[in-house]
Each structure stands twice: as structure tokens, then as C-alpha cells.
């Protein structure tokens, strides 16, 4: 059974997807817990309509990725809860040895362009400026490289002449919420088997 915590920043329609595909019984998990670096983050609002645990974890001094005293209190926190396996969604920091050790090959993430296009912040906006007529989201593997690790999932949406950046975004959202849930029954159902950095479906 995965029993997941899902980490966030910001206002977690992904989140939402998730436990919405657990609710309906798409997605074979239990969501423990909704972790967010952020105290007004909607995410842990969406977490507490749905009687999950939503804690706020202050990750100071550090501004950009997750280290010292603050990930040991969210191995603490994650041990608690009986955590099992990790999804990002939306989760604006590095996650460094600490976590990626203790959680080997159980921390995915989701990113708003078609990797390895486009890591980083923003890449939806980077892809939308640098003018691609095809963009979309990968679900993957956390490594300790910033958006590097193994492909599980990937939809495609076009950029049309007539798409602003927020007609793009929302084209994109609508397929994170597909792809993320979908990847993590994958998970659930044990159907990830790996050749290199190849994931392939069972
Ligand atoms: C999503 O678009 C996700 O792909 C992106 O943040 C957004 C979070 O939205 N993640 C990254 O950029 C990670 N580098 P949400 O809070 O509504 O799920």
C-alpha cells in the first residue's frame, strides 16, 4: 500500500488531483499527510477539507532547497505519520541527501515542460517564451540533480496561436492532473520496471 505525503507550496491542484483519485478509488493509496514550507500554502487548506494531516514546516535559513534542521524535523514528521513514499507537487525547493537517502527511489516529482526540456523554475513559461509548438508534463523520479531523474509519465498539449501563457498553463494543468495520479497507481500496482534510466510498464 503506498501511504504517501504529498509536499507542496503553493496552491495544490495537483494535491487536489491526487486525493480526489484516491476518494473516487483510482488511485490505490492513503495520504498521510500534506507537508508544505509555506503557512499560507492553499495546499494545506485543500489537505484539512479532507481531514488529512497539513503541517507546516519552516525550512529557514535556507530559501531554496530542504537541508538541515528543517529535514530532519520533516523525517521526523514523515516517520510519524508512517510514510512510505513521497510526491512533489509543487514543491518550489531542493531536495537534498537526507530525504533522498532515507527515501531511495520512493520520491517522485511532477514538472511543467517535457523533460529534460526545461528544467528548472518556470518551465512552462520558459517553453511557452522560447516559442515550442508542443510542450507538456513529466511525472519522474527525484535524484539529487534539479528536475534529472527517471521518466515515469509524460502528456503532451499543444501551443496554438492563439494560446496566451495562461491558456497554455491551464491546457497543462488539466494534463498534470491526469499524469500524476495515473503514474502513482502505476506505482501502487507495482507496474514500474526499469531498464538504465528507462521505466517501462509491466
Ligand atoms: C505545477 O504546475 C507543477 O508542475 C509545478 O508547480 C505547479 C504546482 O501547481 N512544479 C514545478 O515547477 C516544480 N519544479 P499546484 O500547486 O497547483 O499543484
Redesign the pocket.
Known amino acids: 500500500m503506498l501511504k504517501l505525503a504529498i509536499f507542496?507550496s503553493?496552491?495544490?491542484?495537483?494535491?487536489q488531483a491526487i486525493i480526489d483519485a484516491v476518494e473516487a478509488g483510482r488511485l490505490n493509496a492513503e495520504i498521510k499527510c500534506v507537508l508544505a514550507d509555506n503557512e499560507g500554502a492553499y495546499?494545506l487548506e485543500r489537505a484539512r477539507k479532507h481531514n488529512i494531516p497539513a503541517i507546516y514546516i519552516d525550512c529557514a535559513p535556507f530559501k531554496t532547497k530542504l537541508e538541515g534542521a528543517a529535514e530532519a524535523r520533516v523525517l521526523e514528521t514523515l516517520k510519524e505519520h508512517d510514510v512510505n513514499f513521497i510526491a512533489l507537487?509543487?514543491?518550489?525547493r531542493v531536495i537534498k541527501n537526507g530525504l533522498l537517502s532515507a527515501y531511495a527511489g520512493k520520491i517522485i516529482?511532477?514538472?511543467?515542460s517535457l523533460l529534460p526540456s526545461f528544467p528548472?523554475?518556470?518551465?512552462?513559461k520558459q517553453a511557452f517564451d522560447y516559442g515550442v509548438k508542443y510542450t507538456g508534463?513529466t511525472v519522474h523520479f527525484v535524484d539529487s540533480g534539479v528536475?534529472t531523474g527517471a521518466i515515469i509519465n509524460q502528456k503532451i498539449i499543444s501551443i496554438d496561436d492563439n494560446d496566451t501563457l495562461e491558456t497554455m498553463m491551464e491546457k497543462?494543468?488539466t494534463q498534470?492532473h491526469i499524469a500524476y495520479p495515473e503514474a502513482l497507481q502505476w506505482i501502487a500496482e507495482g507496474r514500474l520496471r526499469f531498464e538504465g534510466r528507462r521505466v517501462k510498464l509491466k
Open positions: 507542496g503553493g496552491s495544490g491542484t495537483n494535491c495546499i507537487a509543487g514543491f518550489m516529482n511532477i514538472h511543467p528548472g523554475l518556470d518551465g512552462g508534463c528536475d497543462l494543468h498534470e
